[in-house]
């Protein structure tokens, strides 16, 4: 697993252009909520094949600086990330750099609540470093939509 993990760091490292965003240029965590509900709509509209393609697209519309959008199967599936070598697998298991099971606790969760916040470290991939990270997650036709905002603490 901290083989995969370590994958998906690199991978994510390269998928965002350096000039998306300059430091001071992060995302908010009202932009993490809006851009989840903003995925949900677009979900609804346009069908889930259509939807997790686009969500997937690391230049797409719901990536935007730091900020882009993941869907996950209740039990650990990851449908969609700007990872392509995520998608599909299970990641249940993944764990943050404090051995905090992220995955596990968001999809947990929401198998009792329709949306919540976690906080974990996970890597930027615009400041390419691992960073504290405050993530809004919405369940809807038993997926769980998500997107997080990084934090300079």
Known sequence: MKRLCA????AVAGLLPAS????????TTAEAEAL???AIDYYKK??????LAEFSKPAGKFV????YVTVY???GKCLSHINDRVIGKNMWDQRDVDGKYFTRERLEA????PSGWQD???????TKKIEPKRQYWERHDDLVFAAGAYRQD
């Open 36 to 38: 989840v509900k903003k």
């Open 46 to 51: 346009n069908g889930r094949d259509k939807a």
């Open 120 to 126: 974990f470290k996970f890597f930027n991939p615009v």
């Open 64 to 67: 935007d600086r730091d900020l």
């Open 7 to 10: 994958l998906m760091f690199v």
């Open 110 to 113: 929401a198998k009792t609540q």
């Open 73 to 75: 199967t209740l039990d």
């Open 20 to 27: 998306a965003a300059g430091p001071g240029e992060r995302a």
